[in-house]
């Protein structure tokens, strides 16, 4: 290394000229900088215990000993290999005591051979593990060890010793990883640089941020209440810096200057008697925010939160016709193509009488049709665009795109969201989303956004009673979707799969479809599903909107938007297999033409102990806000609303937007009073995240 590296250095400076096969792993990892080591922390750091005889281990307990090897045996295992085929071993020690007859077994799993061969040229060892116990004998699995040549005095004075595990990162296990860590020179220890004043530090209690990652990596005296107060710090540094990004994101969006777009208020209540319905006063409390958002010069970035059925899309058309009675044009980007069609039908009805143009836009629409639709954007002949994730293609091109309009917002990627507003410089967006949203994402993932809530529903919405339904009670769930068939209303039966599985147990399409129609012979029943043609599903929602189908079987593409006014029961089949904020989603499906609305979750087999707790939920509650802080409890914060949605994704080393809470709202308020005063640390992580687009966009 020609130059002393510092915490920004690539790790590349922590090697000479050859750089290790960890390294390239660690890379790949994302770990690029020395400073990225520092947020690996280790699983867990213990003081290793002086050598002691055999007979003073405790199960449980970490052990080091000495000892003299008496035997080992290795057996191949067949059914685990390594890299180019090498059959792994295990291996079994007996280790004689220093200090005694004793003995004490040891045992490696799936090794390569390269450990046998280090361990049959050794003599004296000394180790160190938790000690366990399997059929009465005491035994120590995966310990470290170390050759010795002679057994060494007890007496001499040694540093307290520590046994730091680490996790293992893209294939680089704890060995080699704490070899990287020790390349780290003390006097970067020693140089952990602050963000924080002093008086920040003093408000809060904390310790410096070097001084948290020193005792959490071990490199200082390590207590109980150190450790507690090191992972608080390092919890808060986390939300601290997520706070500036989403400064820099909300400055990045306002910035830009934007087209004006107002109208006069006898326009706007013309606008408003198009709807056959009264606005509730929460839907004209957001369209004042959202018309002082559109006529400020800048661009609107807002999110309009509300329960199912509360009028979210009213509110989104009535924006849509403000927007275009500027000259502008608007595109309404749906998650789904069920979802999209149900939108362009309705906006066709309501638009009819005044002349506007509107085209809807699918994955799969032909290119026959596809053409003359792109080509009329273009020339600004089109003024309302409805489609699914189609409308971001590159080959999409507006004459003045306006308003972007984002329905069912979590369904997309943060990428996709930014692909539609890409084509709107400097235009406004508003974002929908019926999963209303927990007030810790809110100054999290939603920081930079300005957010608007609906919490009234229409007075025509009934309420919608929920019941558990498992096969003891099955009988009588027929009977009452029999009778509500009798009085003319619609049924829908949600299934969580289109084909049988293999690995999974559950109910399927094809299976309900067939054993429905066996069950209810007299009246009609189709089904729908996400891997249909486009012109089939359109076929089938129609007939399912006319009420010439009775039952549909359809998985969950009718999760968010669909609108039958005659279908009054939703049936959910294998509820497990759904989150808290789906059901609820699904559930919202009925009860929206005046009569009530009636949701069984269908059990087919006993239920576990936690998905009875997840359906009793929905069993007592309708209110969509408790729903979502109660999923997101359960699925965890990546799940949600991350980019991905399997709920795995980490989105915090550390913090957690669940159990943080505290934390999270003193970061927010510590950035803000920061910021309010210029503090020179703040400035600088805002100069250096507002250089990192890829930073702030993706947070």
Not at 110 to 137: I, R, W
Not at 488 to 496: A, G, L, M, S
């Amino acid at each position: 290394m020609t130059n002393a590296p510092n915490w920004n250095s690539h790790l590349e400076f922590l090697f000479g000229a050859r750089l290790p096969k960890s390294y390239h792993k660690l890379i790949e990892a994302g770990i690029n900088k020395i400073e990225d080591l520092l947020w690996i922390l280790p699983l867990h750091v213990q003081e290793v215990p002086t050598p002691m005889p055999y007979k003073n281990m405790q199960e449980n307990h970490l052990f080091k000993g000495h000892g003299k090897i008496a035997s080992l045996k290795v057996r191949p295992n067949y059914w685990a290999k390594g890299k180019g085929g090498t059959v792994l071993q295990n291996i079994t020690l007996h280790i004689q005591d220093r200090f005694s007859d004793e003995v004490i077994i040891l045992k490696w799993f799936n090794t390569y051979p390269s450990v046998k061969n280090k361990l049959q040229s050794l003599d004296l060892l000394e180790f160190c593990g938790t000690v366990g116990a399997y059929k009465g004998q005491k035994q120590i699995i995966n310990p470290e060890y170390r050759e010795l040549e002679t057994y060494p005095s007890l007496t001499d004075s040694k540093e307290k010793e520590l046994l730091i595990k680490y996790p293992t990162i893209n294939s680089v296990n704890n060995a080699n990883f704490k070899k990287i860590i020790d390349r780290i020179p003390d006097l970067l220890w020693n140089n952990i640089s602050e963000n924080l004043p002093l008086e920040i530090l003093e408000k809060r209690n904390f310790l410096s941020l070097g001084m948290a990652f020193q005792i959490l990596h071990g490199k200082k005296i390590q207590t109980m209440e150190l450790v507690q107060k090191a992972k608080a710090r390092l919890v808060y540094e986390e939300f601290f810096r997520e706070q500036i990004k989403i400064h820099c994101r909300r400055a990045l969006i306002k910035r830009p200057e934007s087209k004006k777009i107002s109208v006069s208020r006898n326009k706007f209540n013309n606008i408003v008697d198009l709807f056959p319905f009264k606005f509730t006063d929460d839907q004209n409390t957001v369209l004042e925010e959202i018309r002082s958002d559109m006529k400020s010069g800048h661009p609107m970035m807002r999110l309009l939160q509300g329960d199912v059925g509360c009028g979210k899309t009213a509110v989104a058309l009535a924006s849509s016709l403000i927007a275009i009675e500027n000259r502008t044009q608007v595109a309404f980007m749906c998650p789904t193509e069920t979802l999209a069609l149900q939108h362009y039908l309705s906006t066709r009805k309501l638009f009819e009488n005044t002349g506007y143009r509107i085209e809807i836009l699918l994955g799969n629409t032909p290119q026959s049709q596809k053409k003359p639709i792109l080509d009329n954007l273009k020339k600004g002949n089109i003024q309302l665009i409805i489609g699914t994730h189609s409308l971001i293609q590159d080959t999409i091109q507006f004459k003045d795109l306006g308003l972007a309009i984002i329905d069912e917002q979590h369904k997309f990627g943060v990428d996709q969201r930014l692909k539609l507003l890409d084509k709107n410089k400097n235009g406004h967006c508003l974002i929908m989303t019926a999963t209303p949203i927990p007030r810790s994402l809110r100054l999290t993932q939603y920081g930079d956004l300005d957010i608007s809530t609906i919490k009234t529903l229409p007075s025509c919405r009934k309420s919608i009673k929920t019941k558990i339904i498992t096969p003891d009670n099955f009988e009588m769930f027929l009977t009452f979707i029999n009778t509500r068939l009798s009085m003319k209303e619609q049924v829908y039966i949600v299934v969580p799969a289109i084909h049988e599985s293999e690995n999974l147990s559950m109910m399927h399409l094809e299976k309900v479809h067939a054993k429905f129609i066996q069950i209810f012979p007299k009246y009609r029943i189709n089904s729908l599903h996400g891997q249909m043609k486009s012109e089939t599903k359109e076929k089938i929602f129609r007939e399912f909107q006319k009420h010439n189908i009775d039952i549909l079987i359809s998985t969950s593409v009718i999760e968010v938007g669909i609108d039958v006014r005659t279908a009054t029961v939703m049936a959910i089949i294998n509820p497990e297999r759904f989150g808290l904020s789906s059901l609820h989603q699904l559930r919202g499906r009925v009860g929206r033409g005046g009569k009530p609305g009636f949701c069984f979750l269908i059990n087919d087999k006993r239920i576990s102990e936690n998905s009875l707790h997840r359906q009793k939920i929905l069993e007592k509650s309708n209110d969509g806000f408790r729903i979502s802080e109660e999923d997101l409890k359960i699925r965890g914060e990546g799940d949600m609303f991350g980019t991905d949605q399997s709920g795995l994704v980490k989105l915090y080393r550390l913090a957690s937007i669940i159990t943080h809470g505290t934390e999270l709202m003193e970061a927010k308020q510590d950035v803000e009073y920061l910021m309010e005063h210029k503090h020179p640390s703040v400035t600088e992580l805002i100069k250096q995240y507002s250089n990192d687009l890829q930073v702030i966009r993706t947070i």
